[in-house]
């Protein structure tokens, strides 16, 4: 089920509104993003890792820039979710993060509002896969419908949101 939208707002798939992920092989010793760095409270990316290349794990070869979302498709519900900021955009991130690159017409802060949302995190969990580590598929990710307003609404709509959690804090 999706919600009616207001008018002027179009319903797409992720895949239509995110660029496609970035592989990156690091040639020395690097900066590691892996979900475990994540503050799934605060949503943020408290402290990386720094991984010496002979040390490298398998899943270090997700590409990070500034103004991706990253999103956990492991245990989802944990809300694994953090905007990549400048002092974290030459880092890399584990392949246990959907990165979600927002396209032009996309603002970063309303992307991370919509997949921080109850609708966005009970959507994914229909299809979690697994019992010791449930996770969800990139093929997930994309298939997940999303409400766009014009750029300046979605400023108008994080702005109040903003607002909103400021005095709820």
């Known amino acids: 089920m999706f ?3 207001p008018e002027n707002w179009v319903k797409l798939n992720l895949l239509d509104v995110l660029l496609p992920m970035e592989s990156a092989k690091p040639n020395n010793d690097f900066q590691y993003i892996d979900i475990d760095t994540i503050d799934n409270v605060n949503h943020v990316i408290a402290q990386p890792k720094t991984i010496k290349l002979e040390n490298a794990p ?4 997700r590409k990070l820039m500034l103004g991706d979302v990253l999103f956990s498709l492991v245990r989802p519900y944990l ?5 990549v900021y400048s002092k974290h955009e030459n880092c890399i991130g584990s392949t246990g993060f959907y990165v979600c ?4 017409f996309l603002k970063t802060e309303f992307l991370f509002c919509y997949l921080i949302t109850p609708y966005f995190i009970n959507g994914v969990m229909k299809f979690l896969k697994g019992n010791n580590s449930p996770s ?3 093929s997930t990710i994309e298939r997940m419908l999303i409400g766009l307003p014009s750029l300046s609404e979605q400023e108008r709509i994080v702005y109040k949101i903003k607002i909103l959690l ?3 804090n």
Request: charged share 25%; net charge positive.
């Open 3 to 5: 919600y009616d939208l």
């Open 166 to 168: 400021a005095q709820i």
């Open 58 to 61: 398998s899943r270090a070869t």
């Open 79 to 83: 809300e694994n979710v953090a905007i």
């Open 101 to 104: 690159r927002p396209r032009s």
């Open 136 to 138: 969800i598929r990139n």
